[in-house]
């Protein structure tokens, strides 16, 4: 199983980027969500996503942020906006079934830098 997250990069302050994760699964009945890791700081929620379309936002996310999901491409996303300095960390999709069998999946990771 893979999940290639991709399009982070170097962004100013106030900036935008939009963070795609390619599945390698059908991901229609998994719960999708985005995480993130700062130097030094635990990883932390950014959203989640089930499979019929519920959001939860982490603390960071709320107004700035945006998850979303297309099945048919297997794929997830994630707008952000407004950029902060704070936001700069590791990106990282998660693909989790919640129920029988279970599974739960990580990506690698996609590097998100913004300078002030």
């Known amino acids: 199983v893979q999940l290639q997250a991709s399009g982070g990069g170097l962004v100013q302050a106030g900036g935008s980027l939009r963070l795609s994760c390619a599945a390698s699964?059908?991901?229609?009945?998994?719960?999708m969500g985005w995480y993130r890791q700062a130097p030094g700081k635990q990883r932390e929620m950014v959203a989640t996503?089930?499979?019929?379309?519920?959001?939860t936002d982490g603390y960071s996310a709320k107004g700035r942020f945006t998850i979303s999901r297309h099945n048919a491409k297997n794929t997830v996303y994630l707008q952000m906006d407004s950029l902060k300095p704070e936001d700069t960390a590791v990106y990282y999709c998660r693909a989790r079934r919640p129920v029988t069998p279970v599974y739960d999946f990580w990506g690698q990771g996609t590097l998100v830098t913004v300078s002030s």
């Open positions: 996503i089930s499979s019929g379309g519920t959001i």
């Open positions: 699964i059908t991901m229609s009945s998994f719960v």
